[in-house]
């Protein structure tokens, strides 16, 4: 993945209420939120926030409510004006844009989804997803061809001339997700997207916001408070509280690293074993034998460190197939090769696969190898290292 | 003693003698203008309700009502009906004037109302100046607007439209900045979101969002405006009104109860006519 910065955040805070710049300055003196709201009647949403997003991320910013997930979010394309700071799309700063200007960039850059959906309710689902195209004065015939493209790629088809009534919940998101996709942004905001909508639909849209992001590589900023979603969809995560950041990192760092005693409480509830991937849990493939060895290798290696079987792998460390020791000493009694004697059959997994899925296949087999599309063998995952991991102290 | 405790009289009413008499020596010319163009504009809609003979008006009215109603029966039977009675009591032209004022009045109203709500939804401090305004317009007795507006333009229909016109104002002006502030706020951020210009988002998301609310505003005004013009009767406007009062003044019951009846027939139609324009939530 490319790694250019996208959205660039500099020292962006936000005060509501009437005396913005000397909530700031109580701010500096260390006063908390509470404190300044009582003392100036200014509620601090954003302080001193700093942080940059990748180009093709999918970046979640994640916090109970009030911690100010959404206004940061509305700081980026400036539906809320920031009070300080400066924000950076393709480097140019948005605060400082003339309304003509940001309006360009919020036509051609910005889509956004809306957690109550935002749709408008006497249009029809295809002028519904029109509606960024026909701001832009685009004509009718290309605006619904491309409005029907996108409704197409959410899987509404046949539901172009629906009033928007007719929808279930799940639907109307599609229908939302379709209309900040027709427009072809780069950058798609998505405040609490999937919040309104009930678990089971709510899994869904987060399998089908990731499918359509394998294919369309957009930078995606996911407002989100349930940890669970930004643990499945973000490259990213950015934990907020009170207005602050508190942590940023991969779902990864942020359940095994927690920044502090916040962090580590919120992520205390989680169910690892859909966060954690082999790849986390997976020990270095170690020993290995060249399928170009001999058995009385093989036997020497595993007596040497003590274990029942060893993987047979070539010289670019593909994965062949594995020999149990039993059989090695047999076969070398009988003056056979590594090749005669190895089973081909080994289980394997990828290491991006989640351990709640893997728990049941490593209940029968252990050990299980992983390996990446091209059979290459990255590593090992024994029964012991995935259970270690999800009863590891929280 | 008394004398000294006595509050000074504030001559209030004499001030607004002042001004009345100050616009119509200064500001004549544009008054004549104004009544001008309104007589044409009432002209204008009564030769239009004329031009067609009663029973094919009925047949008219009934159909629109059917189309505009998503195919009521009832509604377009029930209208025929009426309209016949009306004919059959010899009041039709006398209606189809009541009507025409009605129907240019309500329209004169709309067109100040609707932008000004629309402006004073958008900004606060036009909505609190306003405000005062509209509350005065409402409670203040109807007929005391009779009296500037005789002074102003004469007798006739011009100062039965004007005075119909300032009481019917405010509920369409209210129900119109009730409409727009009541847009979801999410609404307002998907027209900003994805660029409209404002004009953009008002026409596009606000007002059709508002139209229920407005079309009750709407509604509301051309109610106000026909009991109004019963009212403007007392300064010459001709009509079903002129009718009841004469029958006052003669206490001839038979024909006050006539002219009554056709004036509720009126107002029944036109309710019901716009409130079946309005869309349903």
Not at chain 2, 40 to 57: C, E, K, N
Not at chain 2, 103 to 119: D, E, Y
Not at chain 2, 190 to 218: H, N, R, W
């Amino acid at each position: 993945m490319e790694e250019k910065t996208k959205i660039e955040i500099k020292d962006v805070s936000k005060v509501f209420g009437k005396n913005p710049k000397k909530a700031l300055g109580l701010l500096e003196e260390g006063l908390s939120k509470a404190d300044i709201l009582e003392k100036t009647g200014n509620n601090v949403g954003l302080y001193k926030l700093n942080f940059e997003i990748k180009d093709g991320e999918i970046f979640v910013i994640m916090g109970l409510s009030g911690s100010g997930k959404s206004t940061l979010l509305r700081c980026i394309n400036r539906l809320i004006e920031p009070t300080v700071g400066e924000i950076l799309i393709d480097g140019s700063d948005v605060v400082k844009m003339k309304s003509e200007t940001l309006r360009e960039l919020r036509r051609n850059k910005l889509g956004m989804v809306f957690q109550n959906f935002g749709l408008i309710p006497h249009r029809s689902v295809l002028d519904n997803v029109a509606y960024g195209l026909e701001v832009r004065g685009i004509d009718k015939e290309e605006r619904y061809k491309k409005a029907i493209e996108a409704i197409e790629n959410v899987g509404l088809k046949g539901h172009e001339n629906s009033s928007i009534s007719e929808l279930s919940g799940g639907m109307q998101q599609r229908v939302g997700l379709a209309r900040a996709l027709a427009t072809d942004p780069d950058i798609l905001l998505m405040d609490e997207a999937f919040s309104a909508l009930d678990p089971l639909i709510r899994s869904e849209m987060q399998d089908e916001l990731l499918a359509l992001q394998d294919r369309m590589q957009k930078t995606i900023v996911f407002v989100s408070h349930d940890l669970d979603e930004a643990l499945k969809l973000g490259d990213r995560i950015l934990l907020m509280n009170e207005g602050k950041a508190v942590q940023i990192g991969t779902a990864e760092e942020i359940l095994t690293e927690p920044a502090d005693d916040y962090v580590a409480k919120f992520v205390a509830g989680v169910d690892r074993s859909k966060v954690l991937v082999a790849e986390a849990v997976m020990k270095r493939p170690d020993p290995v034998i060249s399928i170009n060895s001999t058995l009385k290798v093989a036997v020497q290696l595993m007596r040497k460190h003590g274990i029942s079987s060893i993987y047979v792998v070539d010289r670019n460390k593909i994965l062949k197939g594995f020999v149990t020791i039993d059989e090695a000493i047999e076969g070398m009694k009988a003056g056979k090769t590594i090749d005669d004697v190895m089973k081909k059959d080994s289980e394997t997994t990828s290491p991006d696969t989640p351990l709640n899925e893997l728990i049941p296949i490593i209940e029968s087999t252990s050990p299980v190898a992983v390996v990446d599309e091209r059979k290459k063998l990255l590593g090992v995952v024994v029964r012991g290292s995935v259970l270690g991991a999800l009863a590891m102290e929280e | 003693m008394a004398q000294a405790l006595e509050i000074p009289k504030i001559p209030l009413g004499d001030g607004a003698e002042k001004v009345v008499e100050l616009i119509e020596q200064n500001l004549g010319f544009l008054l004549d203008i104004f009544t001008t163009i309104m007589n044409i504009l009432i002209s204008g809609i009564r030769d239009v309700l004329f031009f067609l003979p009663p029973v094919l008006f009925i047949i008219v009215v009934a159909a629109i009502s059917y189309l505009i109603s998503r195919r009521d029966l009832k509604l377009a039977v029930g209208v025929a009906v009426a309209l016949t009675l009306i004919e059959s009591m010899r009041l039709w032209a006398l209606t189809m004037q009541t009507l025409s004022l009605v129907l240019a009045a309500a329209l004169v109203a709309l067109v100040i109302a609707i932008p000004i709500g629309i402006l004073a939804a958008k900004s606060e401090t036009l909505y609190q100046i306003i405000r005062p305004m509209l509350d005065f317009m409402q409670t203040m007795p109807s007929f005391v607007y009779l009296i500037p507006a005789v002074i102003f333009f004469g007798l006739g229909n011009v100062p039965g439209l004007v005075a119909t016109t300032v009481f019917a104002m405010p509920p369409p002006i209210r129900l119109t900045v009730l409409g727009i502030k009541h847009v979801p706020k999410e609404l307002k951020e998907v027209g900003d979101a994805f660029g409209s210009t404002p004009m953009q988002k008002l026409i596009k998301i606000e007002l059709p969002s508002a139209l229920p609310s407005i079309m009750a505003g709407v509604n509301q005004c051309i109610m106000l405006s026909l009991s109004m013009v019963v009212i403007a009767a007392m300064i010459g406007a001709p009509g079903l009104g002129y009718q009841v009062l004469a029958a006052i003044q003669r206490i001839d019951i038979g024909s006050g109860f006539e002219a009554g009846l056709g004036i509720v027939i009126i107002a029944i139609i036109l309710d019901r006519l716009t409130q079946s324009l309005t869309p349903e939530k």
